[in-house]
């Protein structure tokens, strides 16, 4: 049989990616859990960036989560995460690297603002991203409920930490999904009621706390 460990830390968005997509897949691994405030000696051979998640199959390492979790797609097609058509499956990467160069990067930097007019401008931009991705991205490429029509994809995996999170701006900078906003907020409920979320997630209130320094 072949050997899955996931290197992982409980409290990484981009692990969880990689952690959902192993349960997603219903494949055997185990976890190897690193504090990431005192990274051990083993991690850091394991690890070429010393960040995680790193997947290792049958000896085989992989990195950086959404690269990782295609590799766990081409190793393991038997539950596909992503589409066969050509064209969907290049709509899956575009979505895949929106979540990772603009979502993410706005997320975070609202999140991190101090000053009033930088919070103002970035809340602005962050709900510019919610109104593209419900229009451009759900709704423009299926019914739902997931981003890529009925199935869950990868896209669904690369964004979902992110919105587990989104208590953090709803709490610290008092950003909300919008209303108008449907097939988002349906997609946020069908994401957390899923396995793979829901033996991976953390409650609002642990990051509320978690942030606290950081977003205050
Ligand atoms: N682009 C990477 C980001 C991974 C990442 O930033 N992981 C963080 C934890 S959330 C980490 O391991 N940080 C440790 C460090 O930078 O020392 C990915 O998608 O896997």
Known sequence: MTTIELITSHVCPFAQRTHMALIEKGLDFTVREVDLSNKPAWFEEVSPTSKVPVVKIAGEIVWESAIANEYIEDKFPDVPLLPDDPWLRAQARIWIDYCNTRWIEDFYALLGAKE???QKDLGDRVMQDLRHMETKGMAALSSGPFWLGSSVSLVDLAFWP?????????HYRQVTIPDDCKRLHRWCDEMAAR????QTMHEASWYIERYKARAA
């Open 195 to 198: 396995p793979s979320a829901r």
């Open 162 to 170: 992110f919105f587990e999170r989104f208590p953090l701006l709803s």
């Open 116 to 118: 009033a007019e930088r």
